[in-house]
């Protein structure tokens, strides 16, 4: 039986938008997912399924960095009891890795007996846990044991809870995944691997429990549990049955859609040749309940149609009756209708098909009622860990330094240098401004991307030579991030002292920046990495471009440009000087010196901006500093991961209080 798929007109005329660079990227995944449909179309026996099946399970398996393997003591234990008519909840927590505490609910009927266990992960509401007792309450009324745990971030697991605030720093549980997404992408992971840990982990709870059927296992979730269900069913071959909602979608639609948090979005995925359908297709034939609602930003069509190809596939298995669908009226989330659903999935896949799906009013507890540490976090737990440490730990133990003559080669293998060709150059308006003219460009760094700058242009005539640099405007930041100014008085100074100044606004898709604490644009990185490109290494490659620009001009002198850069930005800087050498020095100012140092923080501030996978475990920005000498470079003020100046030994310089960039401007332009 052949696999036909055809959805991809429809889906890529309705993903266009108002933006360049997402349109630019987005033709590169749908063409990425035309390429899959091929794949998935020449399936037609069950022996091809079973050989997509392992090529995608190694893939996944790949891009998560491998699972861990930890299968040390759960030193499970309760803390507290609550009684209602319809069933029990058990205050638990146990240890899925060393250190790292889940605190968990436990749902199970008030008789005796031994009965089918469901895991119930959260999705992303800050309280964890109590978001699912509707459906784990329920569903120990109808004879099942049932676990809701809070997620990594959530609940009584916030990774950056302080007391003196009495809140988390970071702002909620999904910018603690984004904030760990990025440092486990640094090293070569995904940070989902330990979400699937955690739910593994929580079903061998489950299943040390005398009341539960190690052989009747399900699990249900809506949204990042949704996210965390699919996983669990792939990854963990104890389920017998699965119902994830508010999640399930193609990245024909995802893509210039509503862009998941870094557990739910699999490094480089769409580049592997994959999309959501094919974590459905490498469990086949397990039992599926695929579910949406009909308000819901996941649209229903989306979902439709990872469902369509989901149970062709199935129909090459025969097994066709063990995938369902449906859509519950209303915004995401879990109503009615979609638990009577889950209830009647569960019990016909867990029950024999013996038992009444009717959604049934139960009690209802508050969040501080369903605590299960005295303190409301497990940092008071005694050995407590942070998720920081653990991706730090693994980095330590994967590290393999390879050199800077393998770092050059992979710099050019992304993509960085540029063809040396100068760019075609639209004028969009000129003016003369305080003794020197101003002109505002456009032009494209690659077919198709459009980028602008501002060219400051003093008086005079002959050659002269040119600073390139990046844009830095003044943003909103939150009051305990030191404000960055803008680059605008620099350039200014700069071309009073008779340089040639472009100051370079890269490639960006600026609608996409929510302004969260810390994190920058992840979403635009996030959307570049998809596709199997690093938007560091393109914004580089921009400042490159704009190199070959400014040698195209009469009034330039090519063998006298040099490059500026403030913030996270030196980075890109220093990947262009690392493979391009006609910057001929180079002045950083408040950049961050170590990747290193940032994975040893507890929080980092815009590493989302500086990411290229598995960087951190074979370089170190010294190493770019190397690549990128015997060039002369400047560097101001060196930074940690929050933007803060700290004293570090070699040839670095720092202003005084009050002091102004003359010396280093005369220092840099000397």
């Given amino acids: 039986m052949q696999l036909a798929v055809g959805f991809a007109f429809v889906f890529t005329l309705a993903a266009q938008t108002a933006d360049p660079f997402l349109d630019w990227m987005n033709r590169q995944a749908q063409q990425q997912l035309d390429a899959r449909d091929r794949v998935i179309a020449a399936i037609r026996t069950k022996a091809d399924a079973v050989q997509r099946q392992a090529a995608v399970r190694a893939k996944l398996l790949a891009l998560l960095g491998g699972l861990p393997d930890y299968q040390g003591p759960l030193r499970a234990r309760q803390t507290g009891v609550l009684r209602t008519e319809t069933h029990t909840i058990e205050k638990i927590i146990f240890e899925s890795l060393p250190g790292i505490h889940i605190t968990a609910n436990v749902y199970r009927p008030n008789a005796p007996g031994r009965y089918p266990g469901v895991l119930v992960p959260a999705g992303h509401t800050q309280e964890g846990k109590p978001e699912v007792q509707i459906v784990a309450a329920n569903l120990a009324a109808k004879g099942f044991v049932a676990l809701a745990y809070d997620p990594i971030g959530q609940g009584e697991r916030e990774q950056h809870y302080l007391p003196q605030l009495g809140r988390t720093l970071s702002g909620g549980g999904g910018n603690e995944h984004l904030e760990l997404g990025a440092r486990s992408i640094l090293i070569g992971q995904s940070v989902a691997r330990y979400f699937i840990h955690d ?22 979730g809506c949204s990042g549990g949704g996210a965390i269900t699919t996983y669990v069913g792939v990854f963990d071959p104890r389920m017998k049955a699965a119902a994830p909602g508010c999640f399930i979608n193609s990245f024909r639609t995802l893509f210039t859609g509503p862009t998941a948090d870094s557990e739910m979005s699999f490094p480089q995925f769409l580049a592997n040749g994959l999309d959501i359908a094919d974590f459905f297709e490498a469990a086949a034939p397990l039992p599926w309940l695929m579910m949406a609602t009909t308000e819901d930003y996941f649209g229903p069509e989306g979902t439709r149609s990872v469902y369509e190809e989901a149970r062709r596939f199935y129909q090459v298995y025969g097994a066709a009756d063990r995938i369902g669908f ?4 209303g915004p995401h989330g879990t109503p009615k209708d979609s638990r009577e659903q889950i209830y009647a999935f569960l019990i016909r896949w867990l029950k024999g098909g013996k038992g009444d799906s009717t959604d049934i009013p139960v009690r209802l507890y508050s969040n501080l009622e369903l605590l299960v540490t005295p303190s409301g976090t497990v940092d008071t737990e005694l050995g407590s860990r942070k998720f920081y440490q653990v991706i730090a730990g693994e980095f330590r133990a994967r590290r393999e330094p390879r050199g800077v003559a393998a770092l050059v080669s992979h710099l050019r293998a992304l993509g960085i240098p540029s063809s040396g060709q100068a760019p075609s150059v639209t004028v969009a308006s000129r003016n003369q401004a305080d003794g020197h003219q101003l002109e505002e460009l456009r032009y494209e760094s690659e077919p198709g991307v459009p980028v602008t700058a501002r060219l400051y242009l003093p008086p005079g005539t002959g050659r002269k030579p040119a600073v390139v640099m990046f844009e830095e405007k003044r943003i909103p930041v939150p009051l305990y991030v030191q404000r960055s100014q803008s680059t605008q008085a620099i350039a200014e100074a700069m071309v009073r002292a008779g340089h040639v100044v472009l100051e370079l606004n890269p490639r960006d898709s600026p609608d996409a920046y929510e302004g969260r604490p810390f994190l920058g644009n992840w979403v635009t990185n996030e959307r570049a990495d998809l596709i199997g490109r690093n938007l560091p290494a393109m914004r580089a490659h921009d400042l490159l471009v704009a190199i070959d620009l400014l040698e195209s001009r009469p009034d330039v002198d090519p063998r006298n440009i040099r490059g500026y850069a403030r913030g996270v930005k030196g980075i890109w800087l220093l990947l262009a000087a690392a493979v391009d050498p006609r910057l001929k020095g180079l002045w950083l100012d408040r950049t961050p010196h170590s990747f290193q140092s940032g994975l040893d923080a507890p929080l980092t501030h ?22 990128a000498t015997p060039r002369p470079i400047l560097w101001t003020d060196p930074a940690n991961w929050m933007n803060r100046i700290v004293p570090l030994q070699g040839p670095y310089r720092y202003r005084v209080v009050g002091e102004s960039d003359a010396p280093f401007l005369d220092a840099f332009l000397r």
Avoid at 208 to 213: A, K
Avoid at 606 to 627: G, K, Q, Y
């Fill in 326 to 329: 449906f859509v519950g009226k």
């Fill in 606 to 627: 815009f590493l989302f901006e500086a990411l290229i996978p598995s960087f951190a475990r074979h370089w170190e920005i010294a190493d770019l500093v190397t690549a």
């Fill in 199 to 220: 739910a593994r982990r929580a079903v061998d709870y489950l299943v040390s429990r005398p009341d539960v059927d190690p052989d009747r296992l399900g699990v249900t």
